[in-house]
């Protein structure tokens, strides 16, 4: 448990990128999970580095099939909503579900104002989503609402980017409220093609005096990154995103102590000044005429 | 044939010669495929030499008008319907790949210009699903080309057509291949149904033969440049649990599979997928229900690829799987002369 101290310690209390931290985390990773040790092997044959440049980021999509766990028994597993295809199931116990606490209230933005939510808490077993947002309404007061009448100045709303957007197409009066809206869960649903920009932009019509974020957090990761209207998404020293140009997200998140840390997800980002904007989910599968398989 | 199809694919053999003659690298296409273009429209040119000789009653169609929905990155496509369009004479619309719309429109402008006979048969632009979904309707026959999701758009559509759904290719090798193995496996990425996909094997020394020809692959064929490294890498490395990387370059690799079929994952482009066989049934337990996508096989030795026969459309030697015979179109058991009975 002395590297879980360390990691807390470092998520909360460093600033910088720790490569030597970081290869311990895999160096422990693959010693407690086998799948991931095979892996390591199979792809560079070791499994302790000197530069983490050495080793490959571990593709996401493991977490649909296999059980990636440091620990021999866990205590529940949070399961992804499945948009993009089956879903990814991430296993996880008081001690891991710590760490997720650690650094979920480390990168909030919105320290100490009440959140409302749209988003079933009550999932907080299986949903990372609803977990962390019952963290945070249990933090900083508020909790779910069924109206958006319950809402109130220098509230916080949080709610997935189609419940906006559904909340914008049904309410015709302005809303004179000083709120800031977080909004996550992506776009995919949505029937055009829409940017954290665009949804903002129909949002103001409506929400005339909020302030706008977006959430950009996945089940496979307890790391969450946030942008604003005016800010591109950042990541954190514990949380470090490697990117150069536009490319998938290559993350090496601390707070995945128990599972695996350093994740490459299908997901296409773009570096901008200063941090990076989402651009959607690599779906291309078939372009030609060859069957790809899968 | 009728006799004045035969005078329309004289002079397509010619227009085709010259216009292949003028490929500019970097201009059409991608600087190393100006060279690959320009072989694969020679000898599609050959072909329509062939086709006139060879075929046989050309049955009369009710249908005055056809819109093709070309695959991306697969030239070849479109210039094997041109012969098609002409034996029937019917006026014909190409919906052009986004990428690709350039060496399309100058060809058919090229036509226009040097021989309007035939140019006024094509047209052709490229155009987004809402507007295809439109315009198709004005159309007497559908020829789509490409992924399992156009059959969504053809569900929605009242207009007849003919699906060509993507395919894939493969080698066998009893004994030896060669280096030309790699066109078969590396030009366009492996985006073609007749790009190799599998290599099944039987004699061991076949490994390190490939490891030396890939090493030096990147720069002999290139990527295209809409190759996806991060797409590569991560499909790749999602294969792990199935087999062992043999080489890994920047932007090839080739993978030893070790499970009895095909794992249900999307294979990574650019990669050959080796597969060590006893006898031809191991393919085809290997391949399970994906044998009916199956195009063409190369092979070292044709005699030996008995069972297999029934389901490629052809079966060719190393480095020619991209060429197709005069007689391919696009799918067995389709000829020229029944191409638009479904």
């Known amino acids: ?65 296999e059980k990636l766990f440091a620990f021999k028994t866990s205590e529940g597993f949070f399961e992804s909503s499945g948009t993009t ?81 559904r909340i914008i ?126 | 044939m009728r006799e004045d199809a035969v005078l329309l694919l004289d002079e397509l053999n010619i227009a085709l010669s010259a216009f292949a003659k003028d490929i500019k690298q970097g201009k059409d296409t991608d600087i190393v495929y100006g060279e690959y273009l320009k072989g694969l429209l020679l000898h599609t040119a050959h072909n329509y030499k062939i086709l006139k000789n060879k075929t046989g009653q ?10 093709v929905i070309l695959p991306g990155n697969v030239p070849m496509v479109f210039f094997e319907v041109l012969p098609v369009s002409i034996v029937y004479r019917i006026k014909t619309f190409f919906k052009f790949p986004e990428d690709e719309k350039n060496l399309y429109s100058r060809f058919i402008s090229y036509l226009n210009v040097k021989h309007p006979e035939i140019g006024k048969l094509f047209d052709g632009s490229y155009l987004s699903h809402i507007e295809t979904e439109k315009i198709i309707r004005e159309y007497d026959f559908l020829f789509a080309f490409g992924s399992d999701k156009l059959k969504d758009l053809l569900s929605k559509t009242p207009v007849p057509y003919r699906f060509f759904g993507p395919g894939f290719s493969f080698g066998i090798t009893f004994d030896s291949v060669n280096k030309e193995i790699l066109k078969d496996v590396l030009f366009f990425d492996q985006r073609g149904c007749l790009s190799m996909k599998f290599l099944f094997y039987t004699e061991e020394h076949i490994v390190e033969y490939l490891k030396d020809i890939f ?87 044709p005699n030996k690829v008995q069972k297999l026969r029934e389901y490629a459309a052809f079966i060719t030697e190393f480095g020619k799987l991209q060429f197709q015979p005069y007689n391919f179109f696009f799918k067995k058991g389709v000829t020229l002369e029944n191409i638009f009975w479904r």
């Open chain 1, 85 to 165: 295809g089956e879903r990814s199931r991430v296993y996880y116990n008081k001690t891991s579900l710590g760490l997720y606490r650690t650094s979920a209230l480390t990168s909030y933005p919105l320290k100490n104002k009440p959140l409302k939510t749209f988003i079933d808490i009550e999932k907080y077993g299986i949903s990372s989503l609803a977990y962390m947002v019952k963290l945070f309404t249990d933090k900083f007061g508020g909790g779910k609402i069924n109206d958006i009448d319950e809402l109130k100045d220098g509230d916080v709303l949080f709610l997935t980017a189609i419940q906006l957007h």
């Open chain 2, 215 to 301: 090493r030096e692959a990147d720069y002999q064929i290139p990527p295209t440049s809409i190759f996806n490294k991060d797409r590569f890498d991560y499909r790749l490395y999602s294969l792990i649990p199935y087999g062992e990387i043999i080489l890994k370059n920047d932007k090839n690799a080739i993978f030893e599979i070790n499970s009895p079929i095909i794992p249900d994952i999307p294979l990574p482009e650019r990669t050959l997928i080796l597969k060590r066989i006893n006898e031809e049934e191991d393919i085809i337990e290997f391949l399970g229900n994906h044998i009916h996508r199956v195009q063409a096989i190369a092979t070292d030795n």
């Open chain 1, 1 to 65: 448990m002395d590297l879980l101290n360390e990691v807390k310690d470092y998520i909360k209390n460093y600033n910088e990128f720790d490569e030597s931290l970081a290869l311990k985390i895999i160096e422990f990773q693959s010693e407690n999970i086998p799948f991931y040790g095979d892996f390591l092997k199979k792809t560079t044959g070791k499994t302790r580095f000197n530069r983490l440049k050495e080793v490959p980021p571990f593709p996401t999509d493991y977490f649909k099939s």
């Open chain 1, 169 to 294: 197409n049904e309410i015709k009066e302005p809303i004179i409220l000083e709120i800031d809206i977080i909004e996550t869960g992506g776009y995919k649903k949505l029937k055009k093609d829409y940017s954290r920009f665009m949804l903002y932009k129909e949002a103001k019509k409506i929400f005339k005096k909020a302030h706008f974020y977006t959430e950009y957090g996945m089940t496979e990761l307890f790391s969450q990154f946030y942008a604003d209207e005016t800010n591109p998404f950042k990541d954190h020293h514990y949380a470090k995103v490697f990117l150069n140009g536009t490319g998938y997200l290559k993350v090496f998140d601390f707070a995945n102590l128990f599972q695996v840390s350093y994740l490459v997800v299908p997901d296409i980002l773009r570096q901008v000044n200063g941090g990076f904007e989402y651009i959607k989910r690599d779906v291309e599968d078939e372009r030609g005429c060859s069957f790809t398989f899968g």
């Open chain 2, 58 to 67: 050309i049955p009369d169609i009710p249908y005055k008008t056809l819109f």
